[in-house]
């Protein structure tokens, strides 16, 4: 396990964590875009992306050394299944699809803040000023990076609900990233993202199945399908695998400052989309952001460690 004192030096994590954000930045655009020109609604894609993420995980198991979840980790498996794709995952695309780009991006700035808070809770990690103060630059930045591009929104009414699944999302998140650190540590990224995925499609499917019966397959253009297929294997797969692998080194803390990532990514997007006009406020607040990550990402060697479970890793199995 990487402690904090030398998390920071894993610059394979951060770069993992980084990329990992790139995709899922570029996630937010075209997830808008399926839902309200594809003809796809929020459980539809809530389906293919999670049933779909979990039948590549299960591929991609059959290549990699074999690792045999313990009978009593199951329960934290889907407990961590449930916070960390149903309620987080599934919560943010169904209230993405009733609220605006511009309201979900700013609500997706308040995972870092739940995740500091109860990482000092659940894991004595120390708040340190320097920490906390990465976290509040961060937060600023990105919240002027998205109020200056507004002005890209489409100007539609928004659902307050939508607003409000998503906030319950990002503390769903942050549970997640805390609660069940522990297993990211001891599993391997296939094994775990194999059996979350697996038990969250097995929780969803009941309730979206009506949903994906309701689909016009036929009248599917090609446009809709390439952005589910970039969801499905880029956004989902690919980035999961990126996160827990970074998630085995990092801090939560660390984790979760990496989010401020999204909106300045979203917004370079939009950019060359031609959706949003470069201003010199988006620099101010593009520096607000990276000064924040730097700051909880080299934080002072004297900050202590917290408390996780840190037994070897199961062995792993070669078929």
């Known amino acids: 396990m990487t402690t904090d004192n030398n998390q920071h030096k894993d610059w394979r994590a951060h770069g993992a964590m980084l990329l990992a954000m790139v995709l899922f930045g570029l996630m ?12 796809i609604t929020g459980p539809q894609l809530v389906a293919f992306r999670i049933c779909g993420a979990a039948m590549l995980f299960w591929l991609g198991s059959l290549i990699v050394p074999q690792q045999r979840v313990e009978r009593r980790d199951l329960l934290r498996i889907v407990g961590a299944s449930i916070f960390g794709f149903v309620m987080a995952q599934g919560g943010y695309i169904v209230g993405l699809s009733l609220t605006s780009p511009i309201n979900a991006t700013i609500e997706l700035t308040t995972m870092p803040i739940f995740t500091l808070i109860l990482s000092s809770i659940l894991l004595h990690e120390r708040i340190t000023p320097r920490r906390a103060l990465g976290i509040i630059m961060g937060f600023t930045g990105a919240v ?20 409000l699944l998503i906030l319950v999302a990002q503390v769903g998140y942050a549970f997640y990233l805390t609660h069940y650190a522990s297993l990211f540590r001891k599993y391997d990224a296939f094994t775990f993202n194999k059996w979350t995925f697996t038990f969250a499609s097995l929780i969803i499917l009941p309730f ?3 949903h994906i019966a309701q689909i016009n397959w036929a009248g599917m253009s090609l446009r809709t399908v390439s952005e589910i297929v970039y ?33 300045f990514v979203t917004v370079v997007a939009s950019m060359v989309m031609g959706l949003a006009m470069p201003q010199w406020m988006h620099a101010v607040a593009a520096a607000l952001i990276f000064t924040g990550v730097w700051l909880v990402v080299n934080h002072p060697h004297t900050a202590t460690t917290p408390r996780m479970n840190t037994r070897p890793h199961a062995k792993a199995r070669r078929r």
């Not at 499905?232 to 998630?247: E, G, I, K, N, S």
């Open 231 to 263: 969801i499905v294997a880029a956004a989902t797969f690919f980035t999961f695998l990126l996160v827990v692998y970074a998630q085995r080194r990092l801090l939560p803390t660390t984790v979760s400052v990496y989010n401020y990532v999204q909106p």
């Open 28 to 39: 937010a655009t075209f997830s808008k875009d399926v839902l309200t020109y594809g003809g």
């Open 208 to 210: 979206t199945l009506p």
């Open 144 to 163: 002027l990076l998205i109020t200056r591009t507004a002005s890209a929104a489409t100007g539609k009414p928004t659902d307050f609900r939508g607003d």
